[in-house]
């Protein structure tokens, strides 16, 4: 079937990248489909245009297919290129991590989503998107005023990450201490669990200041833990 189209929503730091990655190293083993991945990042440059943009991704592809062909500039070049390889039963998936900052580009303007539509629409092309994004592709399309261009329309079903159960916290916590260190730390984990909830980004943060105490034998320096902690639940209510 048709890769379907994908926009994994989540807040900061509660563990979409990961996840992406996750998902890119199982598709890279499918038969036949090409993964391609990148950031939002790679693409918020002033000097970034739809022309580079269109020439690496069919080079990204070429090469992933280790196959001979002359570069292409333009949209109409990359859709000709995927659709002769979607005719040999090639499908295509584009990852791309922290969506959000890639409609804060005007060279990527309401014509240019339209075709990324077209791509990621119509079964001929055997494309698909992986999205992460803070915000819903819809509401960023319609905030980056390119909600004309009805890209958003072509996603289905988007899956929020959360917080982690209470056992999925705690084993975050006690299997890696647990294989490193050569024992339990029950206390320590409901220690962690008290200081940073279920948030995984958090867990790990508070987890390592405890990890190296143990390992070195040393004091815990509850001070700054506080304040590394105090820095991000500040970033997230902020934002």
């Known amino acids: 079937n048709k890769p379907a189209n994908i ?33 939002a990042q790679d693409w918020k440059l002033g000097d970034q245009n739809q022309s580079q943009f269109f020439s690496a991704l069919h080079q990204a592809i070429a090469e992933a297919l280790r196959a001979t062909s002359p570069p292409v500039h333009n949209y109409e070049g990359l859709r000709e290129f995927i659709r002769q390889y979607a005719d ?40 698909g998107y992986v999205l992460t994004s803070h915000s819903s592709v819809s ?19 988007c899956p929020t990450l959360g917080l982690l159960t209470q056992t999925d916290a705690k084993l975050l916590i006690q299997e890696p201490m647990q294989r490193s260190l050569g024992r339990s730390f029950k206390k320590d984990v409901e220690e962690i ?8 980004a958090f867990i790990q943060i508070v987890a390592a200041a405890y990890w190296d105490a143990r390992y070195s034998k040393s004091e815990l320096n509850y001070y700054d833990i506080e304040q590394a902690l105090r820095g991000q639940y500040r970033d997230l209510w902020e934002h």
């Open 7 to 39: 926009n994994l929503l989540g807040e900061r730091r509660s563990g979409k990248s990961s996840l992406l990655n996750q998902v890119y190293q199982a598709i890279a083993a499918e038969s036949n489909l090409v993964s391609i991945y990148a950031t």
């Open 88 to 127: 040999k039963r090639y499908r295509f998936v584009l990852l791309i991590d922290e969506f959000d900052k890639m409609t804060g580009n005007s060279h990527f303007d309401t014509a240019f989503f339209s075709q990324l539509r077209v791509l990621g629409y119509q079964p001929d092309y055997q494309f």
């Open 193 to 200: 669990v008290d200081y940073a909830g279920h948030h995984p």
């Open 139 to 157: 509401d960023i399309c319609q905030q980056g005023k390119i909600d004309e261009s009805k890209f958003h329309n072509i996603f289905g079903h």
